[in-house]
């Protein structure tokens, strides 16, 4: 029996990551999130998926191989064609229909009755002689029917002597080659989602977030008999929307979603929450607040905390800088457990190649036991730290040039994204593009995004130089 092993290896890649799911939210004693549920069914239809081809495959190969046992060895088992329903399987097999059977000569149609062998001889002979008739006649290799190429191509694979670069000297007869896998082309982009702060609501109304700022009283020494000092508690609010990101619509022609080997649907789909996944990064980050959430970024330079570094740092940086940003944001944010830096990997680089006095860079995670402690690594962590501090990058933040903002370093907690309930919405509109025969996907989700700052700034940014 056949055995398709890169398609069961990836069988069991799919059963281990259901697994897995399952025993990261069992081990917190919780009930599973909407996102959740949603994650677990798209597994759900990819190993399914991945199972009927898996299946396919096998039995192909299986009915393949029956057909190509040579007749000469009489300890091979002899498939016979026992009944009509038999010899239409065969026939189907190749791709043959009762009408085309029926045109062919006699002598080379396969009858009940007929062996596998017998089978397989005849269907090569027709479309051999049906090849070099079409030689002879000087006529292009695209007057053979689908039945005799696919014959050609994959019983008998033909490979004479002439050549396989040039098809009327035999390289029409050479199928074309098909991988079952799909390259997508991938960039990353990801420093919001699992990294600030995130609340779902069931509705995308108004949501205001209040906020007080009691940190610039304390109380007073007062003496005997002497009236107390009234002062007020100052709250304030931020207000969170629920914009809507739409993925824009794809349309696929029916055609293809049945003749694609790979199930545009569910490519579809992922790719248009992929979409959406961008988005929400882009706006998260560097959002405008107009029309659209606010990002961090804008949100964090509103609020007043910016290191502006001196002129001649357009695109550099020192270390000094990183000090500054950091000992910018209050201690009593600095050491939260969501306190960390934001960059692009380009700012990342930058860091990477700051040296000291003797030329020796300083970012140095662990290289031998003498640099250990080089850039306070902690090597329990799957990352360096910088100044004790974890970094995640961010492709959307930008890239060191003249009055950039190219790095944000606090709480980030205190920046909160807010998501309306129901996640990511696929929809899929049949009937819109019904008379062009074919169908629409479009996804949507609905979520806004702000920092919480009640005046004390647990967030800070750095500004390029100008000049």
């Known amino acids: 029996m056949a055995f398709d092993k890169k398609g069961r290896e990836q069988l069991d890649r799919l059963a281990t990551q259901m697994r897995d799911h399952m025993s990261k939210i069992d081990a917190q004693n919780r009930p599973w999130t909407v996102d959740e549920r949603t994650e677990y069914q798209r597994m759900e239809e990819d190993y399914t998926n991945q199972e009927q081809m898996v299946v396919a495959r096998e039995r192909s190969e299986d009915r393949f191989a029956a057909l190509r046992q040579p007749a000469a060895n009489p300890g091979a088992a002899q498939v016979v064609i026992a ?8 026939l189907t097999e190749f791709r043959l229909t009762p009408s085309a059977v029926k045109a062919r000569v006699e002598a080379r149609t396969p009858k009940v009755g007929d062996s596998a062998e017998m089978i397989a001889q005849k269907l090569h002979e027709r479309a051999f002689h049906n090849y070099l008739r079409q030689a002879r006649q000087f006529k292009s290799i695209e007057g053979l029917t689908d039945e005799d190429r696919h014959v050609l191509s994959e019983i008998t694979k033909i490979q004479n002597a002439q050549s396989g670069n040039v098809g009327s000297q035999g390289g029409y007869v050479i199928p074309t080659g098909f991988s079952k896998d799909l390259f997508e082309a991938m960039k990353w982009f990801g420093g919001i989602d699992g990294v600030v702060d995130e609340f779902e609501t069931g509705s995308g109304n108004p949501w205001p977030w209040p906020t007080i700022n009691d940190t610039t009283n304390k109380g007073r020494i007062i003496g005997q008999n002497v009236q107390v000092t009234e002062t007020d508690l100052v709250f304030g609010q931020v207000t969170f929307n629920a914009y809507i990101g739409s993925s824009d619509i794809i349309l696929i022609p029916l055609a293809l979603m ?5 199930d545009m649907d569910a490519l579809a789909a992922r ?8 988005l929400l990064n882009f706006q998260c980050t560097v959002g405008t607040g107009v029309g659209g959430p606010t990002g961090i970024v804008t949100a964090v330079a509103a609020n007043g905390t910016v290191l502006t570094l001196a002129n001649g740092n357009t695109a550099s940086i020192a270390y000094n800088n990183l000090v ?9 944010y600095r050491y939260n457990p969501a306190t960390r830096w934001m960059m692009s990997d380009a700012m990342l680089k930058l860091i990477k190649k700051l040296v000291d006095g003797n030329n020796r860079p300083l970012w140095q995670p662990g290289l031998t036991a003498s640099f250990r402690e080089g850039a306070a690594v902690d090597l329990t962590a799957s990352k360096p730290t910088i100044l004790d501090h974890p970094y995640v990058i961010n492709q959307d933040m930008a890239t060191p040039a003249a009055s950039a903002y190219t790095m944000v370093f606090g709480d980030m907690s205190c920046f909160k994204v807010r998501k309306v309930a129901g996640g990511v ?13 074919q169908i629409g996907l479009q996804a949507f989700m609905r979520f806004d995004s702000n920092e919480i700052d009640a005046g004390t700034h647990p967030l800070a940014v750095m500004q390029q130089s100008a000049v």
Not at 258 to 262: G, K, N, Q, R
Not at 271 to 278: A, D, S
Not at 425 to 437: F, S
């Open 83 to 90: 009944g009509p329903e038999q010899l239409q399987e065969y």
């Open 258 to 262: 049945e003749d694609s080997y790979f």
């Open 271 to 278: 790719l248009l929450g992929i979409r959406l996944g961008r």
């Open 324 to 332: 500054d940003l950091e000992h910018s944001v209050d201690p009593a």
């Open 425 to 437: 919405t696929v929809l899929r509109l049949v009937e819109r593009y019904a008379d062009y025969l």
